[in-house]
């Protein structure tokens, strides 16, 4: 039996692209569901047709940042050859991701709800779910490093996680206060002297 009712006439990857750099700028609470229909060039029953409410718009922009503009943290940890060359290249390549100039400055994931109210509680514990996951997964890459020889055996790898993600998040919310990249990396320079030896 055929689907009924009118096909959609807009492109749902560049409708959620333009709804992600909404969320982005503006974050979860400042953004009104008709500054994201003007964005995305659709009308309000489109976009619940399309995405669902507000939230579940919220989060597959999230997941699109992450595997886009956000995925430098994921790639550092996946391909970089030892710990330290892992966290150094997390750190770095988000502060110039942070500070690019046609997109919003910081992480997506960091400031989209810094402010929050009782009712996106839910919108708040999903971004700190994904922060943590963030500190998890930094945490089991010094653990291979343990493993391979390349950190010290007496390393408090969770320690180690937690600062480095700490630094991380901070250099989003540096870079969307205005710093540039040479402040932000003269940041990591004294983060990495703070490297186990």
Not at 18 to 27: I, K, P, Q, Y
Not at 80 to 104: F, G, H, W
Request: glycine share 6%; with cysteine.
């Amino acid at each position: 039996m055929a689907a009924r009712g009118r096909p959609r006439n807009f492109d749902r990857t560049v409708a959620l692209r333009r709804a992600m750099e909404v969320f982005w700028e503006h974050g979860y609470e400042g953004t009104a569901i008709t500054d994201l229909t003007s964005a995305m060039g659709i009308n309000s029953p489109s976009l619940y047709a399309a995405f669902g409410d507000k939230q579940a718009l919220f989060r597959a922009a999230i997941d699109l940042y992450r595997q886009s503009e956000g995925s430098h943290t994921a790639r550092a940890l996946r391909e970089e050859p030892t710990a330290r060359a892992s966290i150094e290249a997390m750190l770095r390549d988000n502060a110039a991701a942070y500070t690019k100039a046609d997109v919003p400055h910081g992480c997506m994931v960091v400031l989209a709800c810094s402010a929050y109210t009782d009712r996106n509680a839910e919108v708040r514990d999903f971004l700190a779910d994904k922060r943590r996951q963030t500190v998890r997964n930094v945490r089991e890459r010094l653990d291979r490093g343990v493993a391979e020889g390349d950190l010290d055996a007496r390393a408090d790898t969770a320690a180690l996680a937690r600062f480095y993600t700490t630094v991380l998040f901070g250099l989003s919310t540096q870079a969307r206060d205005g710093a540039d990249p040479a402040e932000l990396n003269d940041s990591i320079d004294h983060a990495m002297a703070a490297w186990p030896a």
